[in-house]
């Protein structure tokens, strides 16, 4: 037992350890050669900030033994597929976009405005009986038959107001244009066999529009009244047969036209133009005769050729024009049009 006053080390490492501090450090006991000394530990350095992140780098980089260009170089891998992925979600975005406006387009419009639905399309039943407003629907054309002089006026006159009758029929119903057309081309029967019901009532309503069309002339309101007694009010089969009168039925005929139009004599006229004008409109009106042939094989070698509209221009042109064309033109028609042409741009630009 210590004398009092002083300090027992004798249980010193049985007892829990006990530390002195001083000023200096921290007093822990020691044992050396069988003697307690009490030995001061030197307090730890404080490592300023940043210098342990530094040297665990350093260590952690020493340990594995890895260069450093290798190292920068998974740095810009890594870099490289950090931006591969930005752009692939920018264009993931972009695409988003773009659909959501194609979807609002589609659903609101291109301005945002709501759509409209279209109104249901008119129905074609009944459509003989239906009433018409006449504020939008012109007058229906008339044939003129009442000026038709001649057997070229009659031909002429009735194709002409075919495609009138046609483009005013449309206005009723878009079905009309093709159903015009065919009868007019068409060389057989049509019988209300081969008609739909909605074509049957389109049918009557054109049967009535002939009857007015040619109410007062003769020859029409006879075949009119023949086709009432053996038919049915069919007014594309009407149509048709009507067609055969103001058309050409036989090779015959488109002969004696094709040798008047060779025997042209032009009006008397000042200028050459003029005349280039009239032998193409008396043209124009042979071949829409040869066109009201029936069959395919009877306009063969009936239409005029370039020879002989080479000689009707020629024999047709003043003298001093002709034998200026015989010096400076070709042998083509189209070389004798620019000819005169040319010879009537002198002739107008040299007058005082």
């Not at 009309?176 to 019988?191: D, H, K, N």
């Not at 050409?248 to 025997?263: D, P, V």
């Not at 042209?264 to 124009?284: C, F, G, H, P, Y």
Request: proline share 6%; net charge positive.
């Amino acid at each position: 037992m210590a004398n009092p006053g002083e300090f027992d080390f004798s249980n010193v490492w049985a007892a829990p350890p006990i530390h002195l501090v001083s000023w200096k450090g921290v007093l822990r006991p020691h044992r050396e050669g069988g003697d307690l000394i009490l030995r001061r530990n030197k307090p730890k350095k404080k490592q300023k900030r940043g210098e342990g992140l530094k040297s665990a780098e350093a260590t952690a980089s020493t340990s594995r033994g890895e260069p450093r260009a290798e190292r920068d170089l998974l740095v810009q891998m890594v870099q490289q597929m950090h931006q591969q992925s930005l752009a692939q979600n920018q264009l993931i975005l972009d695409l988003q976009t773009r659909l959501d406006r194609m979807e609002r387009d589609r659903t609101q419009g291109p301005l945002g405005a709501p759509l409209v639905a279209p109104p249901p399309p008119p129905t074609t039943e009944n459509f003989a009986c239906r009433g018409l407003d006449k504020s939008w629907i012109p007058g229906v054309p008339t044939p003129g038959w009442d000026k038709w002089k001649s057997r070229v006026d009659e031909i002429t006159g009735f194709w002409s107001w075919c495609e009138s009758l046609t483009s005013w029929l449309s206005l009723l119903a878009p079905q009309y244009q093709g159903e015009v057309r065919e009868a007019l081309l068409r060389t057989t029967s049509i019988p209300d066999d081969h008609l739909q019901a909605d074509q049957v009532a389109r049918g009557q309503r054109l049967f009535h529009l002939l009857k007015q069309s040619f109410s007062g002339f003769k020859r029409v309101e006879h075949l009119m009244r023949l086709f009432e007694e053996t038919s049915s009010s069919n007014g594309f089969e009407l149509l048709r047969q009507i067609r055969l009168e103001f058309s050409l039925q036989r090779r015959s005929e488109c002969l004696h036209f094709r040798t008047a139009l060779l025997e042209l004599k032009t009006s008397k006229t000042d200028s050459a133009m003029n005349t280039l004008r009239e032998i193409d409109a008396q043209l124009l009106s042979y071949r829409k005769l040869v066109a009201t042939l029936p069959f395919a094989h009877m306009k063969v070698d009936v239409d005029i050729n370039e020879s002989d509209l080479y000689l009707l221009i020629r024999r047709n042109l003043p003298a001093d024009l002709d034998s200026y064309v015989s010096l400076h033109c070709g042998e083509t028609v189209q070389d004798l049009r620019r000819a005169v042409e040319f010879f009537h741009t002198r002739i107008f630009w040299s007058m005082p």
